[in-house]
């Protein structure tokens, strides 16, 4: 019962984490019905951005957090500007394509400038760990969920709530009808890259400040949550961080209990789990179901 | 409309040019090779499928290695004379790539030896290169390839097993808990970490240990708490660990948050590196990782280590050593060593035949007779040296320890309890 | 397809032609002459590098049909050409079969399983199918690196060579031959497939798959059917691949080599038949160059080390990205404009 609880909370713990990363690809979806492949290669440029302020210019941690940030927006604006802007209209194809390349050029512009070589966070969240009963959870993990949970509350508010989010909304739901009420469909767009950049740029750095950066795993994390992400439907913000907790779970618990299936489960139950929810719920287990016309 | 056809033209101009361009750029270089003067004695060709670019692209200071030592032994007036060219080509530890890389050279020069990156790509070319008879200078890795010795395949340094078995020697010389050590494996589900399971449960009862439990674990891995407790509640003593720096380090930090922290942790030659103690953050003081040859900068007195480190400075632009990086040249070694496999072949075929005869399979037979070759700069490795039932260039091995930070030297170099059937 | 002037259908069997002209028919054989005498003149390093454009071809084109004709978007389309391969090397090492029964076996398995796969194809579309292709790409290279008895696990298996009566393909040479004629069926196949009933089927399922139901095709069964060639194409692809490596791991077949069958095709122009022709040639060339690139940066100046390691990624990235937004279409639909305008000219309107 101990190990099952630990590994619970563990599972819990980062899960949150995965679940932020997921929120990245929702928030593209949600503004663009855009499918970004690169999110992974996002997670990565925010992280090593952090890495040059805290480590090469030797900036207080937290200080090179706030001043990633920034940056982080300004790439994602970048992006948007110079690669995604000619996309709009393309099918789907292409522009799954185009996130593929910028994958691609991503990994080569940050081989090029930090190496391949793994860097170090300066120690970040302390290394003790808290007890509760039987349970040990590290302030790691606890740090990186309790990020995770911020971030969603403030997606949940801002799409609900604000003018921006409905715009963003309103986008992605039809793009001409969009454009025809008035909304700028470029404006919208420039803001939803730049906000998923930032969204990736904090995942890049608690799994930084987790397990180290290097330019050649991170893109794996991207992928990973990527079935859950269809799990919970594309366009569903608490789909995500419901799909990135169980990914989190089954890492955690599928090796303890369903071990004996042959090692490697951990990887496969995601889309096995995804497989089955998608023949009975085609648009996820949150997504919205869209009524099609001729 | 006129401008649309403008644009249309101009467009499909830059495309044909964007198509053509390589093809030019490729066809001017083959020209280019055939312009070298021809030599007093003719060129030793050996080819090279490398590994600089791709996702394993942090393997790269093995192919620097490999081309400096090639450089550095033609400066040094080659193989009595004749020259080495080296004919490489980046394969991104592509199986395809580098079957077609050999395919080139193999067809367009004399090769007398090819060397291979990464585990599939060796198996692959090692039923070629016995067919056309070119020998396999392989980097030592999975014991798979050198365990039964395939006739044309040799290899420069100890494999997996070698270095494991090593350190799980030194780990029950420490022992003195008077009851059979508990020992946990925790491996990723590729060749790299397959290679060692068997080996260490073969050497279990002569070596005095048992192993109880064997997990998987990710090299990408973000948490490794259900190994941790895996481990735990099976009351290992020592835990192997057959990943690299940054996955060690979890699990040395989940480990510890675990309350659990077992009497000794060892990993491979991957854990040698100047940021593990960072990335485990306090947790991976202690841990032990082996390796088969002496490197900067802990071994600076030896004279061949001092020597490769400035010519690595001379060569590669501080990408290999620079001054503020504390950069650990393990993989730069690894590259050597099979510069070192190469010379000494060489050598030994040179004294039998002489220079301008050296054809692969002079040098396949060379190879068998090498006994303990060693100058002085090789001396970051111990003597190597062949028999027909053994194709692995030594098979001793000496370990380093994290003490306060840093990775420290523990031991010199000794002999692995590992035995090759004869 | 518009035709120069004069040129006129006296009947249905020349209309449904493919080679029309007399110009057609001459750069046709001029073309063949030059594919059957490539290994005569060119160097043993294009050899081998064409013999890798002729089976991505074959792939290529699976993938057109079931992604490009049908809108089938498929990102595991590398495991199905993993089955192919095993396939080829079990039956070919264990049961002792000759290849060339083995080969069919490959592309009936690889079909059929991509038919299983494809089930999920009439209740899910767009970006949620992507998924259930991923998860094909994962299942299958899953089984296959841990169904150690049957696939020789993480470390492989020995594939045996392909003989002809008492003929081994055993150099590039011979292999470039019966690579070559298996990419020139599976093209032939392709083409008059994608003109067929069920190609016209694939193209209005691809447009709209309501209208297309409301008109009398059936969603399902051309969605599996699109399925089926798409992985039967693949699974020659793989037989073909297998005696050429001699030697399978799973690593060969990696999530990105399916990512890259889709880059050959949407460069070379999804929904023609000349687009995965053109896009594997152009990416396969583009490699080479940058190969090359990586040898002359690192043993010329040092200085670009750090720049070296990158560079492949960049060149390529950018390609695709320039692609992507010069030329949206790819390189087949540039072909027909070059060809248009230089057919109008100069009174092109």
């Not at chain 3, 890259?260 to 929904?271: Q, R, T």
């Not at chain 3, 152009?282 to 390691?309: K, N, R, W, Y």
Request: hydrophobic share 50%.
């Amino acid at each position: 019962m101990d190990t099952f609880l630990q590994l619970v909370v563990t599972g819990l713990a980062v899960g949150a984490t995965y679940g932020l990363i997921a929120l990245g690809f929702v928030l593209i979806y949600k503004a663009s019905g855009v499918l970004n492949l690169a999110q992974g290669e996002l997670m990565m440029f925010g992280a090593y951005i952090c890495f040059v302020f805290s480590v090469q210019a030797n900036i207080p941690f937290y200080a090179a957090v706030a001043l990633t940030l920034p940056v982080a927006l300004l790439i994602g604006a970048v992006i948007e500007r110079f690669f995604l802007r000619y996309m709009i209209g393309q099918p789907l194809i292409s522009v799954i394509m185009m996130t593929i390349g910028l994958m691609i050029l991503m990994r080569g512009i940050a081989t090029w400038i930090w190496g391949t070589e793994p860097k170090v966070y300066p120690q970040v969240f302390p290394q003790e760990s808290m007890s509760i009963g039987s349970v040990n959870i590290s302030y790691e993990y606890l740090w990186a969920a309790g990020l995770s949970i911020f971030f969603v509350l403030i997606y949940i508010i801002f799409f609900r709530f604000t003018k921006s989010g409905l715009v963003m909304r309103a986008t992605s739901d039809d793009e001409h009808a969009a454009l025809s009420i008035g909304i700028s469909i470029k404006k919208v767009l420039s803001q939803s890259w730049a906000i998923a950049a930032l969204t990736a740029a904090v995942g890049g750095i608690i799994i930084g400040a987790l397990v180290g950066l290097d330019t050649t795993s991170f893109p794996q994390y991207g992928l990973k949550v990527l079935p859950v992400v269809l799990l919970g439907g594309l366009d569903s913000i608490p789909g995500a961080i419901i799909g990135g907790i169980l990914i989190g779970l089954t890492e955690n618990l599928v090796p303890e209990y369903l071990g004996f299936l042959g090692g490697g489960m951990e990887e496969l139950a995601p889309y096995i789990l995804v497989l089955i929810v998608l023949i009975v719920r085609p648009h996820g287990l949150f997504g919205l179901k869209r009524i099609e016309r001729i | 409309m006129g401008r649309t056809l403008v644009k249309t033209l101009s467009i499909s101009i830059l495309v044909i040019i964007l198509m053509t361009l390589p093809l030019l750029i490729a066809c001017s270089d083959d020209d280019e090779k055939t312009e070298n003067a021809p030599e007093e004695l003719p060129d030793i060709h050996v080819g090279m499928s490398a590994l600089v670019t791709g996702p394993y692209g942090a393997y790269a200071p093995i192919t620097w290695g490999y081309l400096d030592y090639m450089k550095d032994l033609n400066e040094r007036g080659g193989i009595d004379g004749a020259q080495i060219e080296v004919h490489w080509k980046d394969c991104q530890y592509d199986v395809a790539q580098s079957i077609a890389a050999y395919a080139d050279y193999s067809k367009s020069y004399d090769l007398v030896a090819f060397t291979g990156m990464g585990t599939g790509a060796n198996l692959a070319l090692a039923e070629r290169c016995a067919e056309d008879g070119i020998v396999l200078a392989a980097i030592g890795g999975e014991p798979e390839l050198i365990w039964p010795a395939q006739e044309w395949v040799f290899a420069s340094s100890p494999n997996h097993a070698i270095g494991a078995l090593g350190a799980m020697q030194y780990a029950m010389e420490q022992w003195d808990e008077g009851r059979v050590a508990r020992v946990g494996i925790a491996y990723p589900n590729n060749p790299f970490g397959q290679s060692i399971i068997g080996p260490i449960e073969e050497y279990a009862s002569e070596l005095g240990y048992e192993v109880v439990e064997k997990q998987e674990f990710e090299l990408t891995a973000l948490d490794a708490v259900s190994q941790s407790l895996a481990f735990r509640d099976d009351e290992v003593d020592i835990v192997y660990v057959q990943g690299t720096a940054k996955s060690v380090a979890v699990l040395c930090k989940d480990m510890d948050r675990q309350g659990f922290i077992p009497k000794m942790v060892i990993g491979p030659l991957h854990v040698i590196h100047p940021a593990f103690p960072e990335l485990a953050a306090g947790t991976g003081e202690g841990v032990i990782g082996w390796n088969p040859f002496y490197l900067w900068p802990q071994d600076m007195d030896n004279e061949s280590v001092q020597y490769w480190r400035d010519k690595a400075l001379e060569y590669s632009s501080g990408d290999i050593v620079s001054e503020e990086d504390p950069y650990m040249s393990m993989l730069y070694m690894w590259g050597l060593s099979v510069g070192v496999l190469l010379e000494a072949g060489l050598r030994e075929a040179a004294a039998e035949v002489g220079a301008a005869n050296i054809t692969a399979e002079a040098l396949r037979n060379a190879l068998e007779n090498v006994t303990n070759f060693k100058t002085g700069n090789s001396g970051f490795q111990p003597g190597i040296g062949f028999s027909p039932s053994n194709h692995e260039a030594y098979s001793a091995t000496s370990l380093m320890q994290v003490q306060d930070g840093v990775w420290v030297r523990i031991n010199n170099m000794f002999e692995s309890p590992w035995k090759f059937a004869e | 397809m518009r035709l120069p002037c004069g040129i006129i259908n006296k009947s249905y069997s020349q209309d449904t032609a493919i080679v029309r002209t007399n110009l057609q028919w001459l750069l046709l054989v001029l073309a063949l002459i030059t594919l059957f005498t490539f290994p005569y003149w060119a160097s043993p390093h294009w050899i081998s590098v064409m013999i890798g454009v002729w089976i991505s071809i074959i792939g290529v084109m699976g993938l057109t049909l079931l992604t490009g004709y049908a809108g089938q978007l498929s990102l595991g389309h590398m495991a199905f050409v993993a089955i192919g391969a095993y396939t080829v090397a079990i039956l070919m090492s264990d049961l002792n079969w000759p290849f060339w029964a083995a080969l069919p076996c490959a592309g009936m398995i690889s079909g059929c399983i991509g038919v299983i796969f494809g089930l999920p194809s009439l209740r899910i579309k767009g970006f949620y199918l992507v998924i259930a292709t991923l998860a094909a790409q994962f299942i299958i290279v899953h089984i296959i690196s841990r169904w150690d008895s049957l696939t020789g696990g993480v470390f492989g298996l020995s594939v045996p060579k392909v003989t002809l009566g008492g003929f081994e393909f055993k150099s590039d040479f011979s292999y470039y031959f019966l690579a070559m004629i298996f990419a020139l069926i599976a093209i032939l196949i392709a083409k008059n497939l994608s003109r067929s009933r069920i190609g016209r089927s694939w193209i209005a399922i691809r447009d709209n798959d309501i209208a297309a139901e409301i008109m009398g095709v059936d969603p399902f069964k051309y969605k599996l059917l699109a399925f089926f060639f798409g992985c039967f194409f693949a699974g020659i692809a793989g037989g073909l691949w297998a005696p050429y490596l001699r030697y399978l791991t799973p690593e060969q077949f990696t999530l990105m080599g399916s990512v890259w069958y889709l880059g050959y095709m949407v460069i070379g122009g999804m929904g023609s038949i000349m687009g995965p022709i053109a896009g594997v040639i152009f990416i396969t060339i583009l490699d080479e160059f940058t190969a090359e690139m990586v040898t002359d940066l690192a043993t010329g100046s040092p200085v670009f080390a750090g720049f070296v390691q990158a560079s492949r990624y960049i060149v390529f990235g950018l390609a695709i990205i320039l692609f992507l937004i010069f030329e949206p279409r790819g390189i087949a639909h540039r072909w027909e404009r070059i060809k248009n305008s230089y057919r109008l000219w100069p009174f092109s309107y």
